[in-house]
């Protein structure tokens, strides 16, 4: 499973930007998608998840700010930031649980990852 996201760049405070994230491969089943982030010096967090079942959850920090959703009929999931902030500066990365099943019908579990998107806000 390859992951590819796009979408970062640089917003004022209080603007938006939409990260988007599709994913490639060999026949794949998703169970979670996830948006992290990491700031210079700071560790990697979680920003937000989104099942299969479209179920959300979101860090504190971003709660009401922003959105994750999915497209499963084109194995994408994007991240709306919108009322962005300077703290919201960081790299974004968006990740996918996923499972499939090799030539001995066995399943396989795999967490891929995407390169990255740079987000940066600024006046």
């Known amino acids: 499973v390859q992951l590819q996201a796009s979408g970062g760049g640089l917003a004022q405070p209080g603007g938006s930007l939409r990260l988007s994230c599709a994913a490639s491969?060999?026949?794949?089943?998703?169970?979670?998608w996830n948006w992290y982030r990491q700031g210079t010096g700071k560790q990697r967090e979680l920003v937000a998840t989104?099942?299969?079942?479209?179920?959300?959850t979101y860090a504190d920090s971003v709660k009401g700010r922003f959105t994750i959703s999915t497209d499963n009929a084109n194995n994408a999931v994007y991240l709306q930031m919108n009322g962005l902030k300077f703290e919201d500066t960081a790299v974004y990365y968006c990740?996918?649980?996923?499972?499939?099943?090799?030539?001995?019908?066995?399943?396989?579990?795999?967490?891929?990852w995407g390169q990255g998107t740079q987000v940066t806000v600024s006046s």
């Open positions: 491969g060999r026949r794949f089943s998703i169970t979670d």
């Open positions: 989104i099942t299969s079942g479209e179920s959300t």
């Open positions: 990740s996918a649980n996923a499972y499939y099943y090799n030539d001995r019908a066995e399943p396989v579990v795999l967490k891929a």
